[in-house]
């Protein structure tokens, strides 16, 4: 399906000021920033901070989330096993949020952006405006994430009673923040455009 | 249009894929260090793991958290034991090599041990010791990962203490008894073994006293609390508290010897204390004969205290002699020195009496002495059958019973230790002990004729009124007793060989009382009152003497007593001796106080005796015959028998006083009552004799009280009793009757007697006065109604020295109306005094017109109330007695 598309109008939008020029131009006449018609890099960008993201995921899940040390005795507990405890306890609402929020959500943000880069690598045009509702949604929520090292963050600054009971962050916490951010990145860094684009935009060597 | 090169970075596309690298590194990084970190697992076999968790149970070396519980199941040989899985930290790998003990640590809360008590909150943890802290035999030990853990906490490797094993034959200490050296816990017994010889302990010093332990150093055992219960006393002793409990073992290391250093040295574990140095103190004895000594009981005796005890006996066929192993007690050890003499104690019953008491009951003993002080020991001996031939004089005691003497105890004279008992045997012929004493030749002089011989006790109190008497002999006759020599003269002969041995000094202080040359005599009284035998005899406050005995002579119906007074005291008794008892206590009472009197304090209690020597007479012989008064008045004073005729009623009883002028002259004996008549005997001083005259008045007298004044105020008390007055006549006699009422008091007094005459006698009685300007010059003797009955004489007497105011016009009036004069300028109220007001009285008044000295007998008129005039009245008159001086 073809559409519409600023390079077949020759039209060229400032990724700053979102002012809308001629291709011809280079800068910006409002914010005197560079004009790109698409985000430089985007897919490569995108690409590196995915796969940094996933990479962070794995400890983020191996690793303990919280060391509980309660009475002398140590007790680590990594995501999962934090919400298999919830579970078990009956709480599913906790649970509930805490796997939604922890492993749901990540996981699904990085395979949404998995399936908008493949989309725009085989030129699934037909797919591009499911993608890009696909793009909103994960741009939305994908800070939503943050809520379990919030969490993890506030047990704790509140849990430090020296003998009875501390809470201490495990590996997996730094781990999972960083996989989090990484996503965020990665989904600022991708260009949705590129999924309506005939073909992959390459950059003009400008003479 | 000009345009301008951009420029695009071609490298923009590396640099990201630094991220995902850098990525990649750090998760592979974080994941490999969390798997790295883990550790490795070791197994460990526990009988009990009660208290051990999952994922909770630590393991600790030092205190230090090294490793986790993981896993938990049964042994799979062995349902009984339990598996545990402990994945241990990477950094404690040295953990997992053979040879290292665990052990699970719990709270251990007991009077021997307090430990483990942090895991009453923290929950049990499993400890983990190497076995030696020696780091060469540490790197040669194998890597291992199962283990079997020990039951109990292992000892300290790093504080391993010295390792020593005691043998002994019963098992009576528990595992953490402590190991006491002079009552400090310096150890504490760790293990007990029941091996077939006995037990085996191990014990563990700690390190800072390992050098107290020496290579001859002795263990014993102590017992929590030993009673030791003796003629002697009773002994507790405690050592510690934990010894109470789980008993203990005591130590003990000679000075000087070395130290003992070696680990795991073997020690002997005596019984008791008394039981160490079983091979010291050892000494031979050989004898002729066995003399049927059984050893069990049979002990060596030194001076009658046990030395020791006879542990073994030997019979060589060959030599015909037999062995003897005596062990000596510590105390006696230097005694059995090259001049000491053992000899066998046994019973013997001959013709001259019975020997060797001690041994009837006892069994054969071996008895020991030694003569000198010498160090040279000797540790072989001969058994001899008698003690040695004693050097010194021999004297013999005859005494009624052997008072429990041990052969052996010593001779003392002023608490010098003269010669010792030898033997003792009962006389057959007369039922009497007799003693052998020897004394040694330096000190025979000392006994001669006037020596006695008591035994001493080892305390001896006596306590009487004439003070107290303690005696505290030396020590050894404090556990022996001893025979204790008195030599009172030094120059008497010395030809008597046997003496009489007397059983306390006591009987002895009596025994001598009347051997020192006094006198003895008898006294006859009627009354012993609380006297008895011992009672003082006492002269001036002295104790001259003492009663020895008294009896009821039947045929006189009187007491007879004997007593003795001593020699130096003895030339103060003559033939004018008066002897009277003095016991109990004296009371006088009387207004001017309570007097009490007694001669001693002796006298209350045992009663006395005293007696006055008035005059000097010629002396008595023994045993002269004296009375014994009653009291000392009856001593005092030689008395006069009197009666009199009572004819009223008084309050006289036995007792009552005979008082002339203040004086006591005599008492009333007794009242008796013959045909309706009261008769009252009584007796005066002789010295007053000259008041026993036919008109002398007796009359009784008693407490008077009224308005004005009180008489005789010292008769509440002391009773009614009897005055007299003096009469003239000089013819003696001795029955008198008793007046009621008191005599005029102006009776055969000197002075003039006059008459008045009155209408009514008013208020006037005997004894009322007389005044002359208010000074009185006599008193009303008597009254009586006139002859015609028409009015009242009375008979004044006026006293001698005053009687010159009596002339032939004296007005008399009646002084006791009271002058009342109401009148406009007021109340005057006139009286002479306030006891004319009450008794009455007399007022004469002289006109001025003096006329000459009134008669003896004279009558005057008594006017009933003074005239105006007669008060203005101021006669010059003037006393021409000389005899009578009115002094101001």
């Known amino acids: ?207 | 249009m000009s345009q301008e090169a951009v420029v695009k970075n071609k490298k923009s596309i590396y640099i990201v894929w630094i991220i995902p690298v850098v990525a990649m590194i750090m998760a592979g990084w974080m994941i490999f260090k969390h798997y790295d970190e883990k550790g490795f697992d070791i197994k460990i076999t526990f009988d009990d793991a009660s208290g051990m968790a999952v994922g909770k149970t630590a393991l600790m070396y030092n205190g230090i958290k090294i490793g986790q519980v993981s896993n938990m199941e049964m042994h799979p040989n062995d349902i009984s034991k339990i598996d545990v899985t402990v994945t241990v930290e990477k950094v404690a790998q040295g953990v997992a090599r053979a040879g290292n003990v665990f052990w699970k640590v719990e709270p251990k809360l007991s009077l021997t041990e307090v430990s483990g008590l942090s895991t009453i909150l923290g929950g049990v943890y499993i400890g983990v010791m190497p076995e030696t802290s020696d780091p060469v035999k540490l790197k040669a030990s194998v890597p291992k990962y199962t283990f079997e853990a020990l039951d109990d906490t292992p000892i300290n490797i790093f504080n391993p203490g010295l390792l020593i094993y005691l043998h002994a034959s019963t098992h009576d200490i528990k595992v953490g008894a402590p190991i006491m050296y002079r009552k400090m816990s310096i150890g504490k017994v760790l293990d007990s073994k029941l091996t077939d010889k006995g037990v085996d302990y191990t014990i563990q010093v700690n390190n800072k006293y390992k050098s107290l332990i020496k290579k001859d150093s002795q263990f014993w055992k102590i017992s929590g609390m030993e009673i030791r219960a003796s003629l002697a006393g009773i002994r507790v002793s405690m050592e510690s508290l934990a010894s109470v409990v789980a008993g203990g073992i005591s130590v003990s290391s000679p000075i000087g010897s070395e130290l003992q250093n070696k680990d795991h040295s073997e020690y002997k574990l005596y019984k008791d204390i008394d039981h160490l140095n079983l091979n010291k103190n050892i000494i031979t004895l050989v004898s002729n004969d066995g003399y049927n000594i059984d050893i069990k009981a049979a002990h060596v005796f030194f001076k009658g205290s046990n030395a020791g005890d006879i542990i073994a006996l030997d019979y060589n066929p060959a030599t015909d002699k037999t062995t003897f192993q005596i062990k000596l007690k510590d105390k006696f050890y230097h005694l059995a020195n090259k001049d000491a003499r053992f000899w066998i104690v046994e019973p013997e019953m001959g013709l001259n009496g019975v020997n060797g008491l001690g041994a009837i009951t006892r069994g054969p003993y071996v008895s020991f002495e030694t003569t000198t002080k010498s160090k040279k020991m000797k540790n072989k001996f001969t058994l001899y059958k008698s003690p040695a031939k004693a050097i010194g004089k021999h004297f013999k005691l005859v005494a009624d019973n052997s008072f429990s003497l041990k052969d052996g105890i010593n001779v003392i004279h002023k608490n010098i230790i003269i010669g010792s008992l030898r033997t003792h045997k009962l006389a057959r012929d007369n039922n009497k002990v007799l003693f052998d004493i020897v004394v040694a030749h330096k000190y025979k002089h000392l006994i001669n004729n006037s020596s006695s011989f008591y035994i001493q006790g080892a305390m001896e109190v006596d306590a009487s009124f004439e003070g107290m008497y303690l005696n505290i002999g030396s020590i050894t006759s404090m556990v022996n007793s001893g025979i204790v020599l008195k030599t009172p003269d030094l120059k008497a002969k010395s030809t008597y060989k046997e003496f009489l041995l007397v059983e306390n000094y006591k009987t002895f202080k009596n025994n001598q009382y009347t051997k020192d040359g006094g006198k003895t005599f008898t006294l006859v009284t009627n009354d012993l009152k609380s006297v008895k035998s011992g009672s003082p005899i006492i002269y001036k406050g002295i104790r001259v003497g003492k009663v020895l005995s008294f009896y009821l002579n039947k045929t006189t119906s009187e007491v007879e007593l004997k007593i003795y007074i001593k020699r130096e005291y003895s030339d103060q008794v003559n033939s004018s001796t008066n002897f009277f008892n003095v016991s109990g206590v004296e009371i006088k009472a009387g207004l001017n106080g309570v007097k009490l009197h007694t001669s001693s304090f002796e006298s209350i209690v045992n009663g006395g005796i005293a007696f006055k020597t008035p005059l000097k007479a010629d002396a008595v012989k023994n045993m002269h015959t004296f009375t014994l008064y009653r009291d000392k008045d009856a001593v005092d004073e030689k008395y006069i028998d009197i009666s009199f005729l009572m004819n009223e009623d008084s309050s006289l009883k036995e007792g009552s006083a005979i008082v002339y002028k203040s004086v006591n002259i005599g008492q009333v004996k007794e009242l008796k009552l013959i045909d309706d008549e009261v008769i009252i005997y009584a007796i005066v001083k002789e010295e007053h004799k000259n008041l026993l005259v036919k008109d002398s008045i007796f009359w009784t007298e008693d407490v008077e009280m009224s308005i004005d004044h009180i008489k005789n105020p010292s008769s509440i008390i002391s009773g009614a009793f009897i005055k007299v007055l003096k009469g003239n006549s000089s013819e003696f006699s001795k029955r008198f009757s008793l007046a009621s009422n008191s005599p005029a008091p102006t009776i055969n007094k000197k002075g003039l007697r006059v008459l008045v005459k009155a209408s009514r006698l008013s208020s006037l009685k005997v004894g009322s006065p007389v005044f002359y300007r208010q000074i009185q010059i006599g008193k009303v003797e008597g009254y009586g109604l006139s002859k015609d009955s028409k009015g009242v004489e009375l008979k004044l007497f006026i006293d001698e020295c005053y009687s010159y105011l009596v002339r032939d016009n004296s007005i008399f009036y009646n002084a006791t109306a009271m002058g009342m004069d109401i009148s406009l300028f007021g109340v005057k109220v006139s009286t002479e005094t306030i006891s004319t007001m009450i008794h009455g009285g007399i007022t004469m008044v002289v006109p001025n017109n003096v006329k000459v000295k009134a008669q003896e007998m004279k009558e005057f008129k008594l006017h009933d109330a003074p005239e105006e005039d007669w008060i203005e009245y101021t006669p010059e008159l003037i006393n021409d007695n000389v005899g009578c001086v009115n002094s101001i």
């Open chain 1, 1 to 207: 399906m073809k559409y519409k598309t600023d390079i077949s109008e020759g039209k060229v939008l400032c990724h700053l000021c979102e002012l809308l020029h001629d291709d011809k131009e280079h800068e910006c006449s409002q914010c005197g920033e560079k004009l790109h018609q698409r985000l430089p890099d985007s897919l490569a960008q995108t690409w590196g901070y995915l796969l940094a993201a996933t990479l962070f995921l794995i400890p983020a899940n191996l690793l303990p989330m919280m060391v509980v040390t309660a009475m002398g005795t140590e007790d680590a507990s990594t995501i999962m096993e934090g919400v298999v405890y919830f579970f078990h306890h009956a709480e599913y609402g906790l649970g509930g949020v805490i796997f939604i929020a922890s492993v749901a959500v990540p996981v699904f943000k990085l395979g949404v952006i998995y399936y908008l880069l493949l989309v725009v690598q085989f030129k699934q045009h037909d797919k591009a405006m499911g993608g890009l509702k696909l793009f909103h949604i994960i741009h939305v929520i994908g800070k939503w994430s943050m809520l379990d090292i919030f969490v993890v963050a506030m047990m704790v600054s509140m849990v430090q009673f020296q003998g009875l009971a501390t809470i201490e962050t495990g590996g997996a916490a730094i781990a999972f923040c960083a996989a989090v951010i990484f996503t965020i990145i990665a989904s600022e860094k991708f260009d949705p455009r590129l999924m309506f684009d005939n073909e992959v935009i390459k950059e003009e060597e400008v003479k």
